[in-house]
């Protein structure tokens, strides 16, 4: 895979896990997301959308989180295609 | 050492890990625990004592972490940082180690008083995770020792490791998180200044580390109880 197919959680389908790259989230909403595992190098799992598409839950550092799109269009990284969660 | 004087132990950890299931075993009390986060909203305060000597332990309100000023984490950190206990306790989630050991490093970085309690010991034996505390404990520095608070499960040891603690059997090293070079010359540059400002009161590190997050708020309380303070004590012939 070439290293130019980034997308932001909010792109992502339902069941893509993606490896987060980097957050352009600033302050501490930023810090926030870190705390709560959003962190460079994560993988995280998009599980569902709620009826409207925003917010979505993502399963995190063994925790499901939901972002609204303001927060999620700001975090960035590459899909790795694993749909049924090998465990770490 | 004085040792009429109780001892402050601090609790501290993610919501939902058992800190206050642990409190209550320690101290007999029935404080109320409840399985949903943000339970602990203030400090609950119990003692017990332990081979002659008294103990008050605070049960801090749960959190992810000591820097996104929640009131929460601020009554957290303010605790840790301020009140200076005499051993703070960081209680882990043996299932969620990984999202929990954030806020061990964290306080690791305020104070070397620490001891990691892995709680939940026999949930995580359910679902087959195995945990080799030794390796944590020579990777972190400090003392792990795995629990459940609900079973009683390494509760002496738990008493035990605090005891040698206080009577200075133990020594720790915490692990210090290394930042890039970037952040690390511009610690180098600001611990010189901190060191002169709060001296052993409150790690220069960790207070440099903020300064460079933008959080002044902790450097402005230490001034504000530094002032506060000196009416009463007129430590040096400053006047």
């Known amino acids: 895979m070439c290293n130019n197919n980034l997308i932001s959680l909010d792109q992502a389908e339902i069941g893509d896990c993606i490896k987060i790259k980097r957050l352009e989230v600033t302050g501490t909403m930023r810090r926030r997301l870190l705390d709560l595992g959003f962190v460079p190098s994560a993988k995280v799992v998009a599980v569902q959308k709620s009826p409207l598409g925003d917010p979505i839950a993502y399963e995190v550092?063994?925790?499901?989180?939901?972002?609204?799109?303001?927060?999620?269009?700001?975090?960035?990284?590459?899909?790795v295609k694993n749909e049924s969660k090998t465990d770490d | 050492m004085n040792q009429k004087q109780t001892i402050k132990i601090a609790l501290a950890g993610n919501p939902n890990v058992g800190k206050s299931t642990l409190f209550n075993t320690l101290t007999g009390l029935k404080q109320h625990?409840?399985?949903?986060?943000?339970?602990?909203?203030?400090?609950?305060?119990?003692?017990f004592s332990y081979k002659g000597k008294d103990y008050t332990i605070y049960d801090l309100p749960g959190t992810y972490s000591l820097l996104s000023n929640s009131t929460d984490e601020e009554v957290a950190r303010d605790f840790i940082?301020?009140?200076?206990?005499d051993i703070t306790i960081?209680?882990?989630?043996?299932?969620?180690?990984?999202?929990?050991l954030n806020?061990?490093?964290?306080?690791?970085?305020?104070?070397?008083q620490v001891i990691i309690c892995i709680n939940l010991i026999d949930e995580a034996?359910?679902?087959?995770?195995?945990?080799n505390e030794n390796v944590m404990m020579d990777k972190l520095g400090v003392p792990v020792i795995k629990i459940s608070a609900r079973n009683k499960v390494g509760i002496n040891l738990l008493l035990d490791t605090i005891d040698r603690m206080i009577t200075g059997n133990i020594s720790t090293t915490p692990y210090q998180i290394k930042?890039?070079?970037?952040?690390?010359?511009?610690?180098?540059?600001?611990?010189?200044?901190?060191?002169?400002i709060v001296g052993d009161d409150i790690s220069p590190r960790w207070l440099a580390l903020r300064l460079l997050d933008g959080d002044e708020s902790i450097l402005k309380t230490y001034m504000r109880r530094k002032q506060m303070g000196e009416g009463e004590e007129k430590s040096d012939g400053y006047k």
């Open chain 1, 61 to 79: 550092s063994q925790t499901i989180i939901a972002l609204r799109k303001e927060e999620s269009s700001k975090i960035f990284g590459e899909v």
């Open chain 2, 33 to 47: 625990t409840g399985n949903w986060p943000g339970k602990t909203v203030i400090l609950a305060k119990g003692s």
């Open chain 2, 81 to 85: 940082v301020f009140e200076k206990p």
């Open chain 2, 90 to 100: 960081v209680v882990l989630d043996a299932t969620t180690i990984e999202r929990n």
């Open chain 2, 103 to 112: 806020l061990a490093l964290q306080v690791m970085e305020i104070t070397d």
């Open chain 2, 125 to 131: 034996k359910k679902k087959g995770i195995i945990i």
């Open chain 2, 179 to 196: 930042y890039s070079n970037e952040v690390e010359e511009k610690l180098k540059q600001l611990i010189p200044k901190m060191d002169k």
